[in-house]
């Protein structure tokens, strides 16, 4: 089983779609989490942290599961900008030696 | 402006020949790391350094060396590459002082070995 797990998609949503992508770790110390965006060919960024009481960033929504080992990001009235692959990160925790990223999600936003 | 530098960013080599891609970083960060990122495998740490003279393996260390004898820089080294090494190579960097995760990442380093 891959420590980070994640459906590859495509997943191909209208603008203004909500649309929602999961992940699953199978580490169950893992103790941070974060969603990456990474555009093609280009270098992942970070799009936020994902906390344990969940969390709102402007039209995007991360939650965490810990007893089901899984996170989620929710991303409400899509733009044609948010066309982009979506990594689901995952640390052990401690120091940052140790970031494992799952494969990501790719989300294509027509119009 | 606060940035991750790699070079080259395009590069095609042949098998044996030594190369190295440089990665430097203006933030004074303590931690830097090198990922490889293949279709359907994800992003896979090669080797990372948690400061200066500080190195560790990452998951995919074999054929690579790095060295870290300044905190801004952080070469990878290939000493005789194969095509099995064929990949895009990025750099990051990150700070440790508030456990802080967010790694910074460099543009990426487009390597084929032929």
């Known amino acids: 089983r891959k420590e980070v797990e994640q459906d590859p998609g495509p997943f191909n949503v209208p603008e203004g779609a909500t649309v929602a992508f999961n992940c699953t770790y199978s580490n169950s110390a893992s103790q941070s989490f974060f969603w990456y965006r990474q555009d093609c060919r280009k270098e992942p960024k970070l799009l936020m942290s994902?906390?344990?009481s969940g969390n709102e960033d402007g039209r995007f929504t991360a939650q965490l599961n810990r007893a089901s080992q899984y996170i989620s990001l929710l991303i409400r009235d899509s733009k044609l900008s948010d066309s982009a692959t979506y990594l689901c990160?995952?640390?052990?925790?401690?120091?940052?030696?140790?970031?494992?990223f799952g494969t990501g999600t790719r989300l294509q936003v027509t119009l | 402006e606060a940035q991750v530098t790699q070079n080259p960013r395009y590069l095609i080599t042949v098998t044996g020949k030594k190369l190295t891609v440089t990665c430097s970083q203006n933030?004074?960060?303590?931690?830097m790391s090198w990922y490889r990122q293949d279709p359907g495998l994800g992003l896979r740490q090669i080797y990372y350094s948690m400061n200066v003279e500080v190195t560790d393996k990452g998951d995919v260390p074999e054929g690579y060396k790095v060295s870290r004898k300044e905190k801004r820089n952080f070469p990878l080294i290939l000493e005789s590459p194969s095509p099995n090494q064929t990949s895009l190579y990025f750099c990051?960097?990150?700070?440790?002082?508030?456990?802080?995760?967010?790694?910074?990442f460099g543009p990426g380093t487009r390597l084929t070995v032929t």
């Open positions: 990160v995952v640390n052990l925790g401690g120091t940052a030696s140790k970031l494992t």
């Open positions: 990051a960097s990150s700070s440790t002082l508030k456990g802080l995760y967010e790694q910074y």
């Open positions: 994902v906390y344990s």
């Open positions: 933030m004074n960060h303590e931690y």
